[in-house]
């Protein structure tokens, strides 16, 4: 009769006289022996929460954990409250589906127990491998209804029937999805990125409680898909306010100290309508990351006008010239000053003096660009439509990348002392894609 994972690890861990963990690759608890010594914080901690802190998991990056292949001695890390330890990488066809972990603050671990545990360590990535290979295809199964409810399949009505069915997530109260999208990186830094995405996205599930959210990881972003009653729900907030939390611990553990910027989508009553929420959390995420002042976390249901700017930004080609005359100053690299300046101008509703303050400028230059503007445009800034006009096309500039102002408050604004990319090299227009 072939022993259980438990059983295997009990067995182990009594012949070398220590107590024995077992964390999966991600440094999630698989499962531990009995502790008759005394432990640690980092051990105690696991234990409880059922997986590694980032701070654990970056200090242990340090010594080329996930690329072990061999036994490994750490020592001790005071500040961590950790004790020195050997870890074992269990390994299937020299990939690390894990690590057995045992603590030794007095280096009496023998080479023969390390020997041992090795050997041990491949019924261990067999029991693994298994279990893998089964969570991997109902994995794949959740991602794939996921991508289909998320697009304009049709199966959308299918995969909605078949996750509520399974009980993957209850809708009884209506249902909203958030997409989280780190701003971009380096080339190269995808891996990394998605990785730490999956292990934010772990840590939150553990958080939720069972049917209140879904999660899509891809590349450089992830989705949620979360039960939610209302678009004002103190919940909905919170959870992810958390996955936020969640997802800028994780970057930074893994070396990515970046800004991230979440949308969210209107609240949904049925879930093969859960399309349109995610088409909402997309556009909300463009905001956050080209509309300077709204935050890193923009609601759909509170962007007020700027909906009307993002709805228009995303017809792409078909967008309608708001303001004729200011379409000269946009084609023209010359004349960035006077649009930032116009910009300001405009959001601080034709307020000169703040206007000044925020650009360090005199009154006397103040007026001047505005003058400029006014000629070159062929506008009069007196006259409330025009300045509504000019302020829409402006925010619909951003969203579409003809305009990139280096002064801003947003997530996605260019500081002062950046260059900007020239508009020959801009996209027409950048977009969130499950891919």
């Not at 500081?415 to 900007?420: D, G, L, T």
Request: hydrophobic share 40%; charged share 25%; with cysteine.
């Amino acid at each position: 009769m072939e022993l259980s994972l438990q059983q295997l690890l009990d067995a182990l861990a009594e012949r070398v006289g220590r107590p024995a963990v077992l964390e999966d690759r991600f440094m999630r608890l698989i499962a531990y022996s009995s502790h008759d010594q005394p432990i640690d914080g980092v051990r105690e901690d696991s234990i409880l929460r059922r997986h590694a802190s980032p701070e654990v998991t970056s200090w242990l990056k340090e010594f080329g954990l996930p690329d072990a292949r061999r036994p490994l001695r750490l020592p001790a890390n005071p500040d961590l409250h950790m004790l020195a330890r050997v870890c074992i990488p269990v390994l299937h066809k020299d990939k690390a589906l894990g690590y057995l972990w045992f603590v030794d603050s007095d280096d009496s671990m023998s080479s023969a127990d390390i020997d041992f545990c090795v050997r041990e360590a491949a019924e261990l990535a067999d029991h693994l491998h298994r279990e893998s290979v089964a969570s991997l295809f109902s994995a794949a199964r959740l991602n794939d209804a996921m991508h289909m409810l998320l697009s304009d399949s049709p199966l959308t009505q299918e995969a909605a029937q078949s996750l509520e069915e399974t009980g993957y997530i209850d809708t009884t109260d209506g249902i909203a999805v958030a997409v989280l999208q780190p701003l971009s990186g380096e080339v190269g830094d995808e891996p990394r990125t998605e990785e730490a995405l999956s292990q934010a996205m772990i840590d939150f599930q553990r958080l939720a409680r069972r049917g209140q959210a879904l999660e899509l990881v891809r590349r450089d972003h992830c989705v949620l898909l979360l039960a939610c009653p209302g678009d004002d729900d103190a919940q909905l907030s919170e959870r992810i306010e958390l996955a936020h939390e969640l997802v800028q611990a994780r970057l930074a553990a893994a070396g990515r100290s970046t800004t991230l910027v979440v949308g969210v989508g209107g609240r949904r009553g049925r879930l093969d309508h859960a399309i349109e929420s995610f088409r909402e959390a997309r556009m909300s995420a463009d905001a956050a990351r080209l509309l300077s002042g709204l935050g890193s976390i923009v609601h759909w249901s509170r962007l007020g006008i700027h909906q009307i700017v993002v709805e228009l930004a995303s017809m792409n080609e078909h967008v309608p010239r708001v303001h004729a005359g200011l379409g000269r100053l946009l084609e023209d690299p010359e004349s960035l000053p006077l649009l930032e300046t116009l910009e300001t101008y405009l959001d601080v509703a034709g307020n000169a003096q703040a206007t000044a303050e925020r650009l360090n400028l005199h009154r006397t230059s103040l007026y001047y660009r505005l003058q400029r503007v006014e000629q070159l445009a062929n506008t009069d800034l007196k006259d409330g439509i025009e300045r509504l006009a000019l302020h829409l096309a402006l925010k619909v500039a951003r969203m579409t990348g003809q305009y990139a102002p280096r002064r801003g408050s947003g997530p996605g604004a260019n500081p002062a002392n950046e260059s900007i990319t020239p508009p020959e090299q801009r996209t027409a227009k950048q977009r969130v894609a499950i891919r």
